[in-house]
């Protein structure tokens, strides 16, 4: 295999190139994209690219240059890598179609015009205009039909935001395929600004290019060797978070968004904080600080909190304190016998004022679910650490221990209005597309549709939401293109809606009531589940009447029934 650095020139630019006839792909930098003020188009197929470090990279896109070498320009397309050893790589695809003479002694590299293969034709990209005026609220997404007119024939056609959307950057458009008929099709926009915004009739809002089936190899810029991504399931993170009934296309893809976005996953360090403009509020008025004693605990109990108390000092989720506020640390034993750190608040709680910020309707999420056939669902790493707490707030949530004081920097569990605020976050993240194409239930994300093109094309929207501010998932408990998906305690999959064969199995196996807390337990319980249970209220009478204060409480037939 034999590298040849070259002077040629690339849209009249003198620079040097790699000619790599080892590489069936050729490539360019980024950076020399950006800086010939090059129009970016999306890749029609997921590659990923193998680089010095056996990580992989996912291509930027696509662009058609003009290589100039000796006197002669050849146009081809290059596809677009964020990183690069050389800001162009002349791999076997350019050599061959533009029939390249190598002299291996003068490491020169000419264009025989007598045995050049035939210049591949480029078809121009299709302007898609607005068919209507649209108006596009405050932070929501819609579908608008959009039109070529010169085009008569249905073909498949990669969809790129137009300049003057993304120069606004006000809507934006996701990248996709459709189907263009007789000129015709339609696409989602995004407005992602506070005001709404009208799209006028016969604006261009898209572009759209040809899509081909054909594949593109991979690339290691170290050894210049090409090979195919090939990994198995179990061979990445990523691949063991993706649904097993995929087949082979739909797994790549799949994979290649989260490969994309792979910044969502990456553990930020203990310098950085998300980039989150929401922060916890602890309001207790004109109220004086409140201060307890450390509760008693035991030896060991003592060497779990010091454990705890360092790692929470070394990730700088809590810090030392001089407050005048302090709360006790509780240690609460886990199933697998480990300790849960724990503070109790409920002092400060009493004092705080509440939040009403509301949660969505469990009913309402299940509904705007109904007909999906894909799911994907997110949860965040130490969701309520990612929120800090408001400075003047700090002191408040002081805790004490046997070695000393301390109080957090995020938001700790157990703060009354913690879930308010953590759900006021997620709303101000993905507030124009919730409900549209994904829900958002305190940590919980969950991205669905009905047909796995739009799936891929949600899940980079949702994904860039998440990772722009820093924020960070929690890789063992997020799924991706599932038909079948657990929230809430319902079952949702494209069947329909069914209560959680576990939380059935606590209705069944419920202990006989003996009392009336017993009877509001159980109540409880089963008014959840009231959707699935045909004339509730009628059934649910008899116990309804042992909640009465003037009754005796007396389980009968009646209730057993």
Known sequence: MRENRLDVTVDNLPVKALEDSGASSSVVSEKLCHHLKKVMFLLHNSTVFKVANGSYVLPKGKCTLQIGISGRIHPFEFVVLPECSCDVILGWNFLQASGALIDCGRSQLTLDDSEAAPEKEFAKPLRLCAMTDYEIPAYSIMKISVQNPGSEDTVDMIINGSKPLAYKKEIFLPATLVTLSRGKTEIWVVNGQSTAKVIPQGMCVAH????????????????????????????TEFSQMIASDLNNDQERRLLAVLQEYSGAFKKRKETESPRVTVKHRINTGDHPPLSQRAYRVSPTERRAIHDEVEKM??????????????????????????????????????????????????????????????????????????IEVNEPDREKTA??????????????????????????????????????????????IIVFSQTFEDH?????????????????????????????????????????????????????NFPVPKNVHDVRSFLGLCSYYRRFIKNFCYRAQPLQELLKGDSKFAWGLDQTK
């Open 208 to 235: 759209a290019e040809p899509f081909y089936p054909d594949s593109i190899a991979v690339i290691s810029e170290a050894s210049s060797s090409v090979t195919k991504f090939a990994e198995s399931k179990q061979s």
């Open 313 to 386: 000092l070394e990730r700088r989720i809590i810090r030392p304190s001089e407050s005048p506020w302090s709360s006790p640390v509780v240690l609460v034993r886990k199933k697998d016998n480990s300790w849960r750190f724990c503070v109790d608040y409920r002092r400060l709680n009493k004092v705080t004022k509440k939040d009403v910020y509301p949660l969505p309707r469990i009913d309402d999420i299940l509904d705007c679910m109904q007909g999906s056939k894909f799911f994907s669902s997110m949860d965040l790493s130490s969701g309520y650490w990612q």
């Open 399 to 444: 805790f004490i221990t046997p070695e000393g004081l301390y109080e957090f920097n995020v938001m700790p569990f157990g703060l009354c209005n913690a879930p308010a605020t953590f759900e006021r976050m997620m709303d101000n993240l993905l507030r124009h597309l919730k409900w549209t194409m994904c829900l958002c239930y305190l940590d919980d």
């Open 456 to 508: 891929l094309q949600r899940l980079k929207i949702v994904l860039q939401c998440i990772q722009e501010p820093g924020l960070v998932l929690n890789t063992k408990k997020c799924v991706f293109g599932v038909r079948q998906i657990t929230i809430l305690g319902h079952v949702v999959s494209e069947d329909g809606i069914k209560p959680d064969p576990e939380k059935v199995r606590a209705v069944k």
